[in-house]
């Protein structure tokens, strides 16, 4: 059974940064490719980022300039480094897994086969 784990989350000040981690226990991970998406309280899940397997990444178009995903296929994780962080960036993050490789819309979440449970990132003074 495929399991997606993230970490790194917690409560941050305007302005600062986070990397959150999504450890995969997958045989094929570098076959998938990866996203992050964010549930705001009282909102519905959107699309963050995506990465494929030759580690081309899009992105929500805003917060395009302050994040960047990556991936690390010997450590089965995918990252989210996420800057200059400000209170509309509270949310649950999750990581989500394509294991077709190659999909398209990308930002779609039905394109994607595994998800994790989440980690709360907060951001307020």
């Known amino acids: 059974q495929v399991q997606l784990v993230e970490s790194g989350g917690g409560s941050v000040q305007p302005g600062g940064s986070v990397r959150l981690s999504c450890v995969a226990s997958?045989?094929?991970?570098?076959?998938?490719?990866w996203g992050w998406f964010r549930q705001a309280p009282g909102k519905g899940r959107e699309f963050v980022a995506h990465i494929t397997q030759g580690n081309n990444d899009w992105y929500k178009d805003s917060p395009k300039d302050r994040f960047s995903i990556s991936r690390d296929n010997a450590k089965n994780t995918v990252y989210l480094q996420m800057n200059n962080l400000g209170p509309a960036d509270t949310a649950i993050y999750y990581c989500?897994?394509?294991?077709?490789?190659?999909?398209?819309?990308?930002?779609?979440?039905?394109?994607?086969?595994?998800w994790g449970q989440g980690t709360q990132v907060t951001v307020s003074a």
């Open positions: 989500a897994g394509a294991r077709a490789g190659k999909i398209w819309p990308y930002w779609l979440e039905s394109k994607y086969d595994d």
């Open positions: 997958v045989a094929t991970f570098e076959d998938y490719a």
